[in-house]
């Protein structure tokens, strides 16, 4: 079973919305499993600290080593080989081929940082991965988290009721997905594009793969420049 462990001092947002849906009929079906561990309940003195202010001064506080450490090792104990995640803006990117490989293993455990970030020294100490979802800055790693575990969880084998879901989307080809329709035909004067409604399966998919390429090329230059050279120039849809 792919199982996921959440570090986090607000266990009580988890599963949260990994509770409805595909990812929350899964987890009632046993096809994942989750935990939290509140690195408060790991803390040595009577308050419960997890931070204290940062060395060299500065605003804010900073999430201690110590506790954070023994929050992780109960959440992982020596053994345990899934990855472990550190939600941070200052991570790489999250994509969808890094999903994959974790979906790939037994699960991951999921750091989650609050206030200035975490002790420097606990990334090397724990061996931890630092992800980002994206270049903006939350008030802590638990959507970040949420946001992981879905991207996630959608792709273990059963929670997606067609095959085919995983892999006719945005990312799955280094393109971003072609546009979908469905009926009614005719909107305010809109139509649906003749070629879909034509029966011509290889027509269709030449649309498909032609707008997704288009739809790259003009919202993203950083994938399309990636899968131009990927393809060796032999993208459609070039100036």
């Not at 990994?18 to 499993?33: D, E, T």
């Not at 991965?129 to 802590?140: K, P, T």
């Not at 879901?165 to 971003?176: H, I, K, N, P, Y």
């Not at 003009?218 to 849809?237: F, K």
């Amino acid at each position: 079973m792919w199982r996921a462990s959440v570090v986090t001092i607000f266990p009580d947002m988890f599963p949260g919305p990994l509770g409805l849906s595909l990812a929350g009929r899964a987890l009632a079906q046993g096809a994942w499993a989750l935990d939290t561990v509140d690195p408060r309940d790991h803390a040595t003195d009577r308050h419960r600290s997890v931070d204290d202010t940062p060395a060299g001064g500065g605003p804010g506080m900073v999430m201690r080593v110590d506790v954070l450490a023994r929050a992780i090792d109960a959440a992982a104990p020596q053994g345990d080989a899934r990855p472990r995640l550190l939600m941070t803006p200052r991570g790489r990117p999250l994509t969808q081929q890094r999903v994959r490989e974790l979906v790939a293993g037994e699960g991951v455990v999921v750091v989650c940082g609050r206030f200035e970030g975490v002790d420097e020294r606990l990334v090397a100490a724990r061996g931890l991965e630092e992800v980002s979802v994206a270049d903006v800055v939350l008030s802590g790693g638990e959507i970040g988290a949420l946001v992981l575990l879905d991207a996630c969880v959608r792709l273990l084998d059963g929670v997606m009721g067609h095959p085919d879901s995983g892999t006719e989307e945005s990312f799955s080809a280094g393109l971003l997905e072609y546009p979908q329709f469905t009926r009614p035909q005719s909107f305010e004067g809109r139509e649906i594009p003749a070629v879909l409604t034509s029966g011509d399966h290889a027509k269709v998919a030449r649309w498909r793969h032609e707008q997704a390429e288009a739809t790259t090329r003009a919202r993203r230059p950083d994938l399309w420049a990636a899968y131009a050279q990927a393809h060796d120039g032999s993208a459609t849809n070039k100036e």
